[in-house]
């Protein structure tokens, strides 16, 4: 199965590299598949947080990945909710780059790949 991303981004913060992917998808299995896509590709990421809202039947889920809980799924769910997308998915991969960002720092680097990854 080809995995066909809608939009790709990277921003950069405080030298902690993080790519957006943006997905159409209509099954939690698609969703699955571009994550084992993604894995494959950033084998050194530190982490793969992603969050995606299903139309019917009507699911939303987020992932942290192992960044502290509520600082990297639940903004970019936030974010797709915001904008109303639906049947969608984005991933964000990040790579650590030595400098801790904090909570908030988290929350806003999340939002702002979703949101640039969306727009």
Known sequence: ???????????????????????????????????????????KATHICYAYSLKTPFLEKAVDDGEPGGTAGRPILSVIQKKGVTDACVFVVRYFGGIKLGAGGLVRAYTKVTSEVLR
Do not use: D, P, W
Not at 18 to 33: M, P, W
């Open 1 to 43: 199965m080809e995995i066909k991303f809608e939009n790709v981004v990277e921003i950069v913060e405080k030298k902690s590299r993080f790519l957006g992917y943006y997905i159409k998808c209509q099954t939690a299995f698609e969703v699955e598949n571009a994550l084992s896509f993604l894995r494959k590709e950033h084998k």
